[in-house]
C-alpha cells in the first residue's frame, strides 16, 4: 500500500495537531446522521485535498483515502450502511454510544455521563440544541476532540502556555477516561460487521487516528473487543457541532487554525 510523506517528528506538532482536529471532524461527519447530499459536499475536490494534506501529516496510508472517497462517491450506500449498522436507536449492531460498552453499575454510568458532561460544559458546549445527541455519542465525542486540539492551536499561537496546558490536559484525560477507552471497541465492532462494505474505511480511518492521538500523549488504546451491557441507558442530550465557547469570539478566533475552508463549508449544513 502506498504511504503518505514522512509526518513530523514531533507528535505534537502544529501541522499534525490541525490534522487530527480535521480528521475528527471527517470521521464524525462519516458516522453522523446526515443525508447523502451531505455526503456528497465531503466527496469535492476541495475537501480531498485537505484530507490528503492531513493524512500526510500524520503518515497515514494514502490508499485508506482513496477508499475513503472511493465510498463517498457512493453516498446511498454509505448512508444505507450507516443505517444498518448504526441504527436510529441506542442499540444497534454497532452501538455509537460510549455506555453501551460498560457494563457498570448504574451510578457507575451516571458518574461517566456526569464527566462528559463537566468536560463540555467546562468548554462551553451547550447541553442542547437543533444538533442534540447524547453526550456520550461517537459524533460527539470526535468533535470535541477537534475542538480541543483547534483550541491547543489558538493557546500556542496567542503565546498563552497556560492554556495550551489546559487543553493538552484535557485532551489527554478525555481520551484515557472515554474515548479511547471504548473507540477501538466499537471501530472493530463496525469493520467486522461487514468487512468489505461501505464503512471499512471509515473503521479503519478511526483506528489509526485514534492510535495517533493516543500515541501523542503517551496512552494505549483500549481493547478491540468489549461486550455490550445488558441494559439501555436513559437519553439525554448535547448539542454537537456548536460554535465553540471562546473568550472573545466563535468561529472566527480559530482562524488561521480552521478546519480547512473547503472541509469546514462541507460541514456547515445543519444536520437533520
Same mark, same amino acid.
Given at each position: 500500500?502506498t504511504?503518505?510523506?514522512? =509526518?513530523?517528528?514531533d ?6 495537531? +490541525?490534522?487530527?482536529?480535521?480528521? =475528527? ?10 443525508p ?5 459536499? +465531503? ?20 490508499? !485508506?483515502a ?6 463517498? &462517491? ?9 443505517? &444498518? ?45 437543533? !444538533? =442534540?445527541? &447524547? ?16 483550541r491547543? !492551536?489558538?493557546?500556542a ?18 481520551? =484515557? ?12 465492532r ?8 461501505? !464503512?471499512?474505511?471509515?473503521?479503519? +480511518?478511526?483506528?489509526?487516528? +485514534? ?52 472541509l ?6 445543519? &444536520?437533520?
Amino acid at each position: 500500500m502506498t504511504t503518505s510523506p514522512i =509526518a513530523d517528528a514531533d507528535p505534537l506538532a502544529p501541522r499534525r495537531t +490541525l490534522a487530527r482536529a480535521r480528521l =475528527a471532524r471527517f470521521l464524525a461527519e462519516l458516522l453522523a446522521d446526515v443525508p447523502p447530499t451531505s455526503l456528497d459536499k +465531503l466527496a469535492a475536490p476541495e475537501v480531498r485535498a485537505e484530507i490528503d494534506d492531513a493524512f500526510a501529516a500524520l503518515g497515514f496510508e494514502t490508499a !485508506l483515502a482513496d477508499s475513503l472517497f472511493d465510498q463517498l &462517491r457512493r453516498p446511498d450506500a454509505l448512508v444505507a450502511a450507516r443505517a &444498518r449498522h448504526l441504527g436510529h436507536t441506542v442499540r444497534s449492531a454497532c452501538p455509537a454510544y460510549e455506555l453501551e460498552y460498560s457494563r457498570a453499575e448504574v451510578f457507575q454510568q451516571a458518574a461517566s455521563l456526569a464527566d462528559l458532561a463537566g468536560f463540555y460544559a467546562a468548554f462551553g458546549y451547550a447541553p442542547a440544541g437543533p !444538533l =442534540a445527541e &447524547r453526550p456520550d455519542h461517537l459524533v460527539a465525542e470526535c468533535e470535541f476532540l477537534a475542538d480541543l486540539a483547534l483550541r491547543q !492551536l489558538l493557546a500556542a499561537h496567542r503565546a498563552a502556555p497556560q492554556a495550551v496546558e489546559i487543553c493538552l490536559a484535557a485532551q489527554r484525560r478525555y481520551l =484515557a477516561d472515554h474515548a479511547a477507552r471504548w473507540m477501538p471497541a466499537f471501530f472493530e465492532r463496525l469493520r467486522r460487521a461487514e468487512p468489505d462494505g461501505p !464503512l471499512a474505511p471509515v473503521a479503519a +480511518l478511526g483506528q489509526a487516528l +485514534l492510535a495517533d492521538w493516543c500515541s501523542a500523549f503517551g496512552l494505549h488504546p483500549g481493547p478491540q473487543w468489549l461486550e455490550l451491557r445488558p441494559v439501555e441507558a436513559d437519553d439525554v442530550s448535547i448539542s454537537c457541532g456548536v460554535p465553540s465557547a471562546l473568550d472573545d469570539s466563535r468561529t472566527d478566533a480559530l482562524i488561521p487554525f480552521q478546519l480547512g475552508q473547503s472541509l469546514a463549508a462541507a460541514l456547515h449544513e445543519e &444536520r437533520p
